[in-house]
């Protein structure tokens, strides 16, 4: 059975019951509230210029282009952050294996 929610654009659409939230998800959600100073939904340049990693990433995290940020959209940018940070920790790994050890130098050996 699924739940009735209402979008913010007032329309009513159905949503499948969800897992349980995580943590970092719960924790995602009362910052974004915390963050909407108006509590209309979504975040605007004005209320997260206190934030700069947040602002300098405001056009790239508003995918739809309206000026403002909804939680969709930030879930969406974290998502990618993440991926981006994970393929470069794998990519300086993969290149730390690829390096061989340094072997010291054998000692001079006088007869």
Request: positive net charge.
């Given at each position: 059975m699924s739940a009735l929610w209402v979008?913010?654009?007032?329309?009513?659409?159905?949503?499948?019951?969800?897992?349980?939230l995580s943590k970092g998800e719960i924790k995602a959600q009362r910052e974004?509230?915390?963050?909407?100073?108006?509590?209309?939904?979504?975040?605007?340049?004005?209320?997260?210029?206190?934030?700069?990693?947040?602002?300098?990433?405001?056009?790239?995290?508003d995918t739809d282009g309206d000026g403002y940020v909804s939680y969709e959209e930030v879930r969406a940018f974290a998502a990618q952050?993440?991926?981006?940070?994970?393929?470069?920790?794998?990519?300086?790994a993969a290149a730390a294996q690829a390096v061989p050890p340094a072997t010291p130098?054998?000692?001079?050996?006088?007869p």
């Open positions: 979008s913010s654009s007032g329309t009513a659409a159905a949503q499948e019951p969800q897992a349980p974004f509230k915390m963050l909407d100073f108006n509590g209309d939904g979504r975040l605007s340049r004005s209320e997260v210029k206190l934030f700069p990693r947040l602002a300098n990433a405001f056009d790239q995290a952050s993440r991926a981006q940070r994970d393929r470069q920790k794998e990519k300086a130098e054998a000692p001079e050996v006088r």
